[in-house]
T-cell receptor, first 116, second 111 residues
């Protein structure tokens, strides 16, 4: 069964450093998302991406964040200058349809980001 | 903004019993989905119910949706120790495809 994959599974970085989180969505999906989950809290939407551009972003997704689909398979989230409060589990998701009636999103296993 | 809120926050049952979790939300939705998350792991999609559906089944899972009360329930029948996890409901936002998650219910099934 196709699945979303993410690398690395755990990333430790120093405050102020740049990190890139990588995702390979399900191959025939068209819509891609990043969410995050701070330890003990609920999952929060960051950004959605379709047709090589951002469709929607949350207040969390400020100028320090960017997303890219550099080739036909990868989808990346970059944090330019990490802060302590960026420590969280970051989930990538993909879905095949934009219309809300078919918005079954499949999630990857997550990347745990620890900022020291 | 719409928000899914589950109750109870934690539920502990014996293997073989049924587990019922509830979710409420605040605004109109297109779909409501339930996800499972094992401790520290990813989110596994369980079931999606559309706003024009009232009930849906998948194996031991039964989901109901009451749009007039803006609530949904997830029933797991004949629970197993392997069902121990956190369960989240997630609703579609009014525009676009983003999901809004609730706080989750932590289910513990004792063997």
């Amino acid at each position: 069964e196709p699945e979303v994959t993410q690398t690395p599974s755990h990333q430790v970085t120093q405050m102020g450093q740049e990190v890139i989180l990588r995702c390979v969505p399900i191959s025939n999906h068209l819509y891609f998302y990043w969410y995050r989950q701070i330890l003990g809290q609920k999952v929060e939407f960051l950004v959605s991406f379709y047709n090589n551009e951002i469709s929607e972003k949350s207040e969390i997704f400020d100028d320090q964040f960017s997303v890219e689909r550099p080739d036909g398979s990868n989808f990346t989230l970059k944090i330019r200058s990490t802060k302590l409060e960026d420590s969280a589990m970051y989930f990538c998701a993909s879905s095949g349809h934009w219309t809300s009636s078919y918005n079954e999103q499949f999630f990857g296993p997550g990347t745990r980001l620890t900022v020291l | 903004s719409q928000q899914g809120e589950e109750d109870p926050q934690a539920l502990s049952i014996q293997e073989g019993e049924n587990a019922t979790m509830n979710c409420s939300y605040k605004t109109s939705i297109n779909n409501l989905q339930w996800y499972r998350q094992n401790s520290g792991r990813g989110l596994v999609h369980l079931i999606l119910i559309r706003s024009n559906e009232r009930e849906k089944h998948s194996g031991r899972l039964r989901v109901t949706l009451d749009t007039s009360k803006k609530s949904s329930s997830l029933l797991i029948t004949a629970s197993r120790a392997a069902d121990t996890a956190s369960y989240f409901c997630a609703t579609d936002a009014a525009q676009g495809g983003k999901l809004i998650f609730g706080q989750g219910t932590e289910l513990s099934v004792k063997p």
